[in-house]
């Protein structure tokens, strides 16, 4: 991958490896620069949005960036949410305050950005975003994390026609949102060992471009991570680009799954049970998750001998225990992945037979274990969940029962269903 690799995809000159074909960016614009200061209009003048706009921040983003570029374009609506919760009734509040408005501008990180992106999406209006933290890799996507009833969902949403990313502001980010940042990218290995296992064994379709165009800036970040606690701009410019990167992966794939396997699963499960919640950020978990994950998965691949697996379980009255009125779509979600019959017996051959080259293979997909574990301690990401105020049976109920969220096969099946989760779980170090 050569050159600048993000303005090659958004100007419509990439091909993709698998199709051939040009990869058609829905986005217009990204700016990564070490200060956009002076910027501001000219920036929004280039999406040719309509002439109202809504700018959205809360109360601290206002202060960091939302006045600033509610001084650059004083013609707009400045709309300041006190307290963002990413939830239905967020974003029909949000809907309504902007509804004389044309075109939105989101100033914020994870939450502000999903209201703004899920409410301009439902009212079909444009929507830009000027970033507040390097905490997810969000910004660019077409989903939107929104609560319902509950239940935390991805939804479908526009990408943003704009995403731009000041460093200086990034940089001044409290450093519990960089470490959020560094999380959501690294998860990318334990992501693409998910999705290619179960390319492996069940023969689901797997794109390898989202993962490739990651890998240089992934290098660059896992040498200097030590720097972004400095506020050094050069480490804090490849955390966003690599963030960048990995939401414009989930766009080539059109699914989130690039970026989301096993690691997030147990994520969700977090923050759909465990109550109260612990007030954890999203990339806090998946840093945690994602070291979960990766020492599951060399625990598994380090083995000689292939897995064997079992019918699974599928534990109804648990699962109604567990999700109350929610449990009929998880359980219909479970049901999907299941492995009984022939199509047991025909994955447990395949994982005889071919157990080394999917050991290879998977092998090859990943960052080294303690590389990584390096990388996540270096910005004082934790391996305890007590840490993030969660309780460690309940985590340990959470590695176990998250695969039943969703219908992506990953190693938590193949652990789960051989048997060698529990062991898995009872080593002595850390989870």
């Given amino acids: 991958m050569t050159g600048d690799i993000i303005h090659r995809l958004i100007s419509d000159r990439f091909r993709l490896p698998e199709t051939g074909k040009i990869f058609s960016c829905p986005i217009d614009s990204i700016a990564i620069e070490p200060s956009l200061d002076g910027f501001e209009s000219e920036l929004l003048k280039r999406l040719r949005f309509p002439s109202s706009l809504a700018i959205i921040c809360d109360a601290n983003t206002r202060d960091a960036l939302g006045a600033r570029i509610a001084t650059a374009v004083p013609s707009a609506k400045l709309v300041v949410i006190a307290t963002p919760k990413a939830d239905l009734e967020a974003v029909d509040q ?34 830009a975003v000027f970033a507040t933290a390097p905490s997810m890799n969000g910004y660019v996507t077409a989903t939107a994390s929104i609560s319902r009833d509950g239940e935390k969902l991805s939804l479908p949403a526009a990408p943003p026609k704009g995403a731009f990313f000041d460093l200086k502001v990034l940089a001044d980010a409290p450093f519990r949102l960089i470490q959020a940042g560094v999380g959501d990218s690294l998860c990318r290995s334990t992501a693409e060992v998910d999705w290619y296992l179960s390319h492996l064994i069940r ?32 480490s804090i410019k490849s955390l966003v680009k690599l963030l960048v990167l990995g939401g414009l992966g989930m766009l080539i794939a059109k699914s989130s799954q690039p970026g989301s396997q096993g690691e997030h699963l147990i994520s969700h499960y977090i923050d759909m049970l465990c109550r109260p919640h612990p007030g954890s950020l999203h990339g806090e978990q998946v840093g945690l998750t994602t070291r979960t994950m990766a020492r599951l998965q060399h625990f598994v691949l380090n083995r000689e001998q292939a897995p064997v697996l079992k ?21 219909a979600e479970f049901r999907a992945k299941v492995l009984q019959g022939r199509h047991l017996c025909n ?7 071919d157990w080394t080259s999917i050991r290879d293979t998977l092998t090859m997909k990943a960052l080294p274990l303690l590389p990584l574990e390096s990388g996540l301690n270096s910005v004082g990401l934790t391996d305890d969940p007590e840490d993030l105020g969660i309780d460690i049976a309940f985590y340990r109920d959470a590695v176990v029962h998250a695969r039943e969220l969703r219908n992506r096969f990953t190693m938590l099946d193949i652990a789960a269903d051989s048997g060698l989760l529990e062991p898995y779980l009872d080593q002595p170090e850390p989870h």
């Fill in 347 to 353: 994955v447990n051959e395949r994982l005889s037979t």
């Fill in 94 to 127: 949000l809907a309504d305050a902007t509804r004389h408005q044309d075109a939105m501008v989101a100033v914020g990180s994870g939450t502000l950005n999903d209201i703004v992106k899920y409410a301009s999406f439902r009212r079909d209006a444009p929507y």
């Fill in 203 to 234: 023969g689901t379709t797997v794109l390898e471009t989202p993962f490739a165009i990651q890998r240089e800036e992934e290098a660059k970040l896992l040498q200097n991570l030590h720097r972004l606690k400095q506020g050094d701009l050069t």
């Fill in 311 to 331: 019918e699974t379980t599928l534990d109804v009255v648990g699962m109604q225990r567990r999700f109350g009125t929610l449990s009929p779509a998880i359980e």
